[in-house]
């Protein structure tokens, strides 16, 4: 079964404070739902129109738990934590099996 992940790049950090109660509120909702961050933040070499700025790479033993690790009710409660705090590009994407 491939694995899951999530994928997000952040194009502007506007609330700091609003990134930092989010990532709290997440970390205990990915790890409820058996998520291993792999990447978070770190150095980037952007290539063609890539984005620089902080990357975060979190994987699941499958697509369909990345799926509903994001629609818990724990990772609802992050998302309200960050609400406009950040503008970034957020995907969960399959791996390949």
């Known amino acids: 079964m491939p694995k899951g992940y999530w994928v997000s790049v952040y194009r502007t950090i506007k609330d700091p404070e609003k990134l930092a109660a989010y990532n709290k509120l997440a970390r ?7 998520g291993r961050t792999i990447v978070r933040g770190g150095r980037v070499v952007a290539h063609d129109a ?3 700025e902080r990357t975060v790479l979190v994987e699941f033993d499958s697509f369909e738990q990345a799926v509903a690790t ?5 990772y609802r409660e992050a ?11 957020f995907r969960i994407v399959e791996g390949v099996d």
């Open 50 to 52: 890539g984005i620089a």
């Open 28 to 34: 205990t909702a990915v790890e409820a739902g058996g």
């Open 79 to 89: 998302l309200v934590a960050l609400s406009d705090g950040v503008e970034r590009d």
């Open 70 to 74: 994001h629609e818990s009710a724990a």
